[in-house]
C-alpha cells in the first residue's frame, strides 16, 4: 500500500508486526491495491479439506 515506485518507507517496515511481499513476474512493476488486495486474500482463502 505504498507508493508504486517506492514502497513502503523503510521505518513503516521496520514497525510492522508482519511484511508480506507479492513475487512479482518479469517485466510487472507494481500492482494497484485492489488488485494486491485480492492476490493477498486469494492466497489466505479458507478451503475445505
Do not use: C
Not at 517506492?6 to 513475487?23: F, N, Q, S, W
Not at 510487472?28 to 492476490?39: E, K, Q, R
Amino acid at each position: 500500500m505504498g507508493t508504486e515506485g517506492e514502497g513502503l518507507p523503510h521505518k513503516t517496515i521496520a514497525e510492522a508486526d508482519y511484511v508480506v511481499r507479492i513475487p512479482m513476474a518479469h517485466g510487472v512493476d507494481s500492482l494497484n491495491v485492489a488488485a494486491a488486495a485480492a492476490v493477498a486474500f486469494w492466497q489466505l482463502r479458507i478451503t475445505d479439506p
